[in-house]
């Protein structure tokens, strides 16, 4: 997994908070970018809401990170991915809660598979939590 560090410096943060300040609370509907031959690309739609929210981020002073991620992942990539030891994502594997496939003797995952279990358990642990929240607001 490539992981980086983007250097926000103080003029790029104005430049950001500038723009964010003109938006005020509207939306951005698309975004398009200027060429250098004065050609205008215009940006899909959930690409311009990436971006915006990179911008916003960079307005309120917060260090952005990319990352990127192959589409076929190794079993420590993926069990990094899911915050699991490699031995429990073997098993994860075993039970069927994800599918994998084996390249030679090497098991790898895809990473839309990986993405998609990382969101559920997410929502999972989110809706136990507010679970927990409702059963302790009876004993208020």
Do not use: C, N, W, Y
């Not at 992981?3 to 975004?31: F, N, Y």
């Not at 990539?77 to 031995?87: F, H, I």
């Amino acid at each position: 997994m490539l992981t980086e560090q983007l250097a926000i410096d103080d003029a790029v943060r104005a430049e950001a908070s500038t723009a964010v300040d003109e938006a005020h609370d509207r939306r951005v509907g698309g975004m398009a970018l200027l060429l250098e031959d004065g050609a205008m690309v215009q940006l899909p739609a959930q690409l311009s809401r990436f971006l915006e929210s990179a911008i916003r981020s960079a307005a309120s002073g917060s260090v952005i990170f990319t990352s990127s991620l192959p589409e076929e992942l190794t079993t420590t990539t993926a069990a990094e991915q899911l915050g699991v030891s490699r031995p429990t994502l073997m098993k994860m594997i075993a039970a069927g809660e994800i599918p994998a496939t084996k390249v030679k003797t090497h098991t790898r995952l895809r990473r839309d598979d990986v993405l998609a279990l990382r969101q559920r358990r997410e929502d999972r642990r989110r809706d136990a939590a507010d679970e927990l929240l409702r059963a302790g607001e009876a004993f208020d």
